[in-house]
């Protein structure tokens, strides 16, 4: 599976957008991008994931290059609750799903 | 419908006694996957079951640890005689299919005294 880059970590205000990018430049044609979060020290959380397009749903954007060798996770409206250890995982299956270090997000008031 | 539900929440062992963590995934999911996370560290996944089946154990101990995923009732997790570095948290997580997002549990954590 490729490996993927992310900023180690980030802050946002509350009420404002946060924009994770995660670098995947060995991607392979057939691999999805996932995003996961770990809220404290609770299980993780499945968010979104995406091949080609674009996706919404109602926790946040997934926005992937044309190229595919990045992409950006946005939350729209961060709150509080936001704050977490967000991973960006590449994988063909997801038999194994390999989880990096992630980006520690900081929502502050 | 419930989510992928473990127990127990807590689990203090001594050293050398053995630890068993059940894990029952969602309604209508056939594939679960164990996670362990030590203390201030990142997750390492340990295998991939689907009903009666292991998959992938790549990530397991090659002693001590086994898993299991019976035609009926929750995925087990055994650690035969316990030591201090088994302490951490073992999340369990299950799909309906190997595209779908994984849905995880509160995990166990595990504690050996």
């Known amino acids: 599976d490729a490996k993927t880059t992310q900023p180690t970590s980030m802050d946002c205000a509350e009420g404002r957008a946060a924009n994770l990018p995660c670098n995947h430049s060995t991607i392979s044609g057939n691999e999805y991008v996932y995003w996961y979060r770990q809220i404290h020290s609770q299980g993780p959380q499945y968010i979104i994931h995406?091949?080609?397009n674009n996706e919404t749903n109602e926790m946040a954007s997934l926005i992937i290059t044309e190229d595919r060798k990045s992409s950006t996770l946005i939350l729209p409206h961060a709150t509080l609750r936001d704050t977490a250890v967000y991973y960006c995982i590449v994988s063909y299956d997801t038999d194994k799903l390999i989880f990096g270090t992630g980006t520690r997000l900081q929502v502050f008031p | 419908n419930a989510g992928v539900m473990q127990n127990p929440r807590h689990l203090v062992r001594r050293r050398g006694q053995e630890a068993r963590l059940r894990c029952s995934p969602m309604?209508?999911?056939?594939?679960v996957y164990w996670y362990r996370q030590l203390p201030e560290e990142g997750l390492k996944f340990m295998v991939y079951?689907?009903?009666?089946?292991?998959?992938?154990e790549s990530g397991m101990p090659k002693e001590r640890f086994s898993a299991e995923f019976p035609k009926e009732g929750p995925s087990i997790l055994r650690i035969q005689q316990v030591v201090r570095g088994d302490s951490a948290a073992y999340f369990c997580?299950?799909?309906?299919?190997?595209?779908?997002?994984?849905?995880f549990g509160s995990g166990t954590r595990l504690t050996v005294v």
């Open positions: 995406g091949l080609k």
């Open positions: 997580a299950s799909s309906r299919d190997t595209r779908d997002g994984y849905t």
């Open positions: 309604k209508g999911h056939s594939h």
């Open positions: 079951l689907q009903k009666e089946n292991i998959i992938d």
